[in-house]
C-alpha cells in the first residue's frame, strides 16, 4: 500500500518524501470501501444464499460473503477513483481519502482492481463460476454503466444504476446453487424499485451539493416537486412488490402482512415528503425534515424485509 | 510519480512511521488472511467432493 521511502540528507536536515499515501491512515483504505454500503448490501446477499435451496460448506459460504463485501467495496473503491472531481465538490464527500488528499488516486485505483479481481477470483474458486461472473457483473454495472455512463449523464441515473445494488441476492442465490430462480429475481426487484426513492430523499436534502458539482440527479433536473411525485410513486410500487414473497409462494402470510406494514410505513414516510411544506418554486421550508426522515426509514425498510424473508425462511421452512 | 520533498519536523516523523508501521500490520493481515482462507477453501472444497 504504501509506496514512500524515508530519505535522510544528512543528520541536521532530516528530509521525507512525501506522496499522498504518506498521510494515509488503515482507516481510509477502509473508508474506500464504502463499509456503510456494503454493510446492506452483504445483508441481502446473505438472504439470499440463506433462502437458497441447498447446502453450501459454512467456510465456502463465509468467503463467499466476504467475496461480495470485498466486491462491493471495490467497487465503491473504484467510484471514488472516477469520482474524485465531483467528491472534491460535495460537502457530503469532500472529506473522502482521495479529495481529502490521503490516498493517491491510482493508488485506490489500484486497490479497488486488485480487490475486483481478487473477489472474483475467490468466489469463482469457493463457490462456482456462475456466482463468479455474476459478481464481475456486478462491479461492471456498477463502475462503466453508472460511475462512468449515467451518473453524469441522466437524472434516470440511480433507477437504471440502482440494478448494480440488487444483485448481491441473485449472487448469493448463485454461490449456492449455481444457477438462479425466481426468488432471488423478486429479491433484486425490491432492492431495485427500493434505490430511487432511498437516493431521491437524500438527493431532495442534498440536492445544492449536486448541484454545485453538475451532477444530475432527479431535484437538480426535475425539481424538488417532481422529485417527491417520483419518490411516491416508487414507494408505492414497493408495496405489493415487498409483499410478492408471499404472493409468489415462497413466503408465508406472515410474512406477506410483515412486508405490508413496512412498506406501508416507508410509503406514509414518502407521503410526509410529498406534503411536505414548500415555497411556490417547491423548495422545502422544513429544511426537508420529512426527506431526511424518508432517508433513515428507507435504511431500515430493506433491512426489515430482508431480515422478514430470512426470519420466515427459517421459521417456515 | 512526482515527489515533494518536505522537511519533517520530529512530531511528524513520529506521526510519518506510526503509520507505515500500521498500515504495513494491515497488510500483513491481508495476506495472512489469504493464506488461511486458501488453506480453508481447499480443505471445503476437498470435503465436499
Keep these: 500500500m504504501s509506496d514512500t521511502t524515508l530519505e535522510t540528507w544528512g543528520a541536521a536536515a532530516p528530509l521525507a518524501l512525501s506522496t499522498s499515501s504518506d498521510l494515509s491512515e488503515v482507516g481510509d483504505w477502509f ?6 454500503v456494503m454493510m446492506l448490501v452483504v445483508f441481502t446477499g446473505v438472504v439470499g444464499m440463506a ?20 466486491a462491493a467495496g471495490a467497487a465503491g473503491a473504484i467510484n471514488m477513483w472516477y469520482d474524485r472531481d465531483v467528491d472534491a465538490l460535495m460537502r457530503r464527500t469532500m472529506r473522502r ?9 491510482n493508488a485506490a485505483l489500484c486497490f479497488g482492481i486488485f480487490l475486483s479481481i481478487g473477489s472474483v477470483a475467490l468466489m469463482g474458486l469457493a463457490t462456482n463460476w456462475v456466482a463468479a461472473v455474476m459478481l464481475a457483473a456486478s462491479i461492471g454495472f456498477y463502475v462503466f454503466v453508472y460511475t462512468m455512463w449515467l451518473k453524469r449523464r441522466t ?15 441473485i449472487i448469493g442465490w448463485a454461490a449456492v446453487t449455481g444457477g438462479f430462480a425466481m426468488p432471488p429475481m423478486v429479491m433484486f426487484l425490491i432492492v431495485f424499485l427500493w434505490t430511487p426513492p432511498h437516493f431521491w430523499a437524500l438527493s431532495l436534502y ?3 451539493d449536486y448541484a454545485r458539482a453538475g451532477v444530475p440527479m432527479l431535484p437538480v433536473v426535475a ?14 410500487a414497493l408495496v405489493p412488490v415487498g409483499m410478492a414473497p408471499w404472493f409468489l409462494g415462497f413466503a408465508s402470510a406472515w410474512y406477506g402482512a410483515a412486508a405490508g406494514v413496512i412498506g406501508l410505513w416507508f410509503l406514509h414516510a414518502c407521503w410526509r415528503i410529498y406534503t411536505d411544506v414548500q415555497d411556490a418554486a417547491g423548495r422545502s421550508l422544513t429544511n426537508d425534515a420529512p426527506a431526511r426522515w424518508a432517508f433513515r426509514v428507507s435504511l431500515l425498510h430493506l433491512a426489515a424485509i430482508f431480515a422478514c424473508l430470512a426470519a420466515d425462511h427459517w421459521v417456515f421452512g | 510519480m512526482a515527489y515533494e520533498f518536505v522537511a519533517m519536523t520530529p512530531e511528524e516523523k ?8 500500521s498500515r504495513n500490520f494491515a497488510l500483513f493481515a491481508a ?19
Design chain 1, 31 to 36: 473508508a474506500l470501501l464504502k463499509p456503510r
Design chain 1, 51 to 70: 433462502l437458497a435451496p441447498g447446502n453450501l460448506h459454512p467456510v465456502l459460504g463465509t468467503v463467499a460473503i466476504v467475496c461480495i463485501a470485498l
Design chain 1, 223 to 236: 425539481g424538488a416537486r417532481e422529485t417527491r411525485r417520483q419518490i411516491l410513486l416508487y414507494a408505492a
Design chain 2, 31 to 49: 495476506l495472512l488472511a489469504l493464506v488461511v482462507t486458501f488453506f480453508f477453501v481447499a480443505i471445503a472444497r476437498m470435503s465436499q467432493n
Design chain 1, 155 to 169: 437524472p434516470q441515473n440511480i433507477v437504471i444504476g440502482g440494478a448494480a445494488g440488487a444483485f448481491p441476492p
Design chain 1, 206 to 208: 442534498a440536492h445544492a
Design chain 1, 97 to 105: 481519502p482521495i479529495p481529502g488528499g490521503r490516498i493517491a488516486p
Design chain 2, 14 to 21: 513520529v506521526a510519518f512511521h506510526r503509520r507505515r508501521r
